[in-house]
């Protein structure tokens, strides 16, 4: 077993270098899985016992380094909000949970293989992997952060194609071309020829080729609609450990509306400020935010700019008569939430807010709230959460008084494509993402979340403004370009004219039908282990 496991650990290295942010290195993701499979493969037809166990051991380690190589940052970003013990715990959910499910889709494929051909097979594994992707999406423990169409976003000129897929769109190409890779390998190895080599290498090159071209013509063919607009983004770099300490709020909007003056013009119509910009001790009543001071300084902000607008993230509260939600908490007669929100302020008395959905878990939110209140007084002792942040369903679409539609994402939502997308099919001709990156430090962390909204802008042919407290601030054209951005830990604002969009792609309209898919090919994949007392094809592993 040791050579397979060092032929695991070999698929690791490769998926690692072929992760954002190394520049250009994803289509090492064609070849990643391949050591890997080799691997289960002389498993199966070995002469073990337990093979399904070594089985999902072998993927299992291979998820595991990988995930962990890639994302070493979230315990710094744990570590912000909880202490070194909680926080550990907290960042094994990624770096475990994630690798689980991997090595479940690789379990059930060796169950097919025992009674399925190769390729049936393998189309299970495919339709077992992106449905655990899909899962990592939509519960509580959720953190799609390596969904392996991600991998492209180091080298978008390849996938402008995912204004059509999305991101799964990518996971089913990287899996396609493994497959055929490992198919043509193995039999060289063995000196069988099953299936054709030349034609394994002729659909291979046809896998990687026709979508890299097609995309690589889509992309200096793509032409925006000319429908401009000023924006401004401001970076101010305001340590995140001193924001709610030694920095007061009205220093703290001094910086935000000193860097904006420097850059903006009179036309100037969106200022978007990063995460929680706009501040006061215990937060901001969302009912008297007329009445602070804040509110009163972004408006004389504003006077000069007619159309102006500023986008803005807020720790803000409500109170309800009633425990209306599981995340407010009694005060006095009344019940309070806390939101990680933002807000959108004009010139005007009218104001709109939203409060971010997808929540961290572990540091906005208590997975399993509900099930797990029991643990409340634990989490309230390590510094986190009671309770979690509060939340809305859906995402809102800010309007200006001129009608621009834009997408306030805040932070962690900026990785979900389809929740994104739903701001757009809503009236949003332009994506800000507002952010603060500096709980996880100078990391490759602040760089792959910069990285990942280059795919947001290709899915939906939007221009992305990433707000960012310390970095990286920028601006995104629709064909995911970076056209300008900040550099880490420096005050700074930035200014461009946008084009705005109001057209819908494939992707913005239907979504991930690329999923539905998958999840009925994986339910029959299901049916097909469940048949009992089918003679084995000649391809299977004897168990």
Not at 286 to 291: L, M, P, T
Not at 516 to 523: D, N, R, S
Request: charged share 15%; net charge neutral; glycine share 8%.
């Amino acid at each position: 077993m040791r050579n397979n496991y060092l032929l695991a650990l070999l698929s690791a290295f490769l998926l690692w270098l072929a992760w954002p942010p190394i520049p250009y290195s994803s289509v090492l993701l064609f070849i990643g899985f391949v050591p890997l499979l080799v691997a289960i493969e002389q498993v199966m037809r070995g002469n073990y016992k337990r093979k399904g166990s070594k089985v999902f051991g072998l993927a299992f380690f291979t998820g595991f380094v990988w995930n962990t190589a890639s994302i070493y940052w979230v315990y710094n970003a744990m570590n912000a909000f909880l202490p070194a013990l909680p926080s550990l715990f907290v960042a094994l959910i990624p770096y475990t949970l994630g690798p689980l499910l991997m090595a479940l889709a690789f379990r059930l494929y060796y169950q097919m293989r025992k009674r399925n051909s190769i390729l049936l097979s393998f189309m299970g594994l495919i339709s077992f992997w992106i449905a655990y992707e899909y899962l990592h999406q939509f519960w509580e423990l959720s953190f799609p952060w390596m969904t392996l169409g991600n991998g492209f976003s180091n080298f978008h000129q390849l996938v402008q194609w995912y204004s059509v897929t999305g991101v799964y769109g990518g996971t089913l190409w990287i899996w396609l071309v493994n497959v055929v890779v490992f198919l043509w390998y193995w039999q060289r190895r063995e000196q069988v020829e099953v299936y054709s080599n030349k034609i394994l290498l002729s659909v291979t090159a046809a896998l990687v080729l026709i979508p890299s071209v097609g995309s690589i013509i889509a992309y200096s063919q793509y032409e925006e609609h000319i429908n401009p607009s000023e924006v401004v983004t401001v970076q101010p770099n305001i340590d995140p450990f001193g924001k709610w300490g030694p920095i007061t709020p009205e220093e703290q909007m001094r910086v935000l509306m000193d860097l904006s003056q420097k850059v903006a013009k009179l036309n100037t119509e969106f200022f978007i400020w990063p995460e929680t910009a706009i501040s006061n001790y215990g937060g901001i009543n969302e009912e008297e935010f007329r009445e602070y001071p804040q509110y009163r300084a972004v408006i004389d902000f504003l006077e000069p700019y007619h159309n102006g607008n500023v986008l803005s993230g807020i720790e803000s509260y409500q109170f309800y008569d009633d425990q209306r939600t599981f995340t407010a908490r009694p005060v006095g007669n009344l019940f309070k939430d806390h939101f990680n929100a933002a807000v959108l302020i004009d010139g005007s008395s009218k104001l709109q807010f939203y409060h971010k959905s997808k929540l961290v878990p572990g540091a906005e939110l208590m997975p399993f709230g509900s099930k797990l209140a029991f643990m409340k007084p634990l989490f309230q002792h390590f510094g986190g959460t009671t309770g979690g942040y509060g939340s809305q369903e859906e995402p809102s679409v800010f309007y200006s008084a001129s009608g621009i539609g834009a997408a306030p994402v805040i932070c962690y939502e900026s990785i979900w494509g389809n929740y994104v997308a739903e701001y757009v099919a809503k009236g949003a001709q332009f994506i800000a993402v507002i952010t603060n990156d500096g709980w996880w430090g100078d990391t490759s962390g602040k760089d792959q979340h910069l990285l990942y909204a280059k795919l947001r802008a290709i899915e939906n042919r939007r221009w992305v403004v990433r707000s960012a407290n310390t970095g990286i601030s920028a601006f995104i054209n629709q064909r995911g370009d970076i056209v300008q951005r900040s550099s880490w830990w420096v005050p700074t604002a930035l200014s461009q004219e946008i084009n705005l969009n109001e057209e819908l792609t494939f992707y913005t309209k239907n979504k991930d039908l690329i999923v539905y898919l998958a999840l009925l090919t994986g339910l029959i994949s299901i049916g097909l282990m469940m048949v009992r007392n089918k003679k084995i094809t000649n391809d299977s592993p004897n168990d």
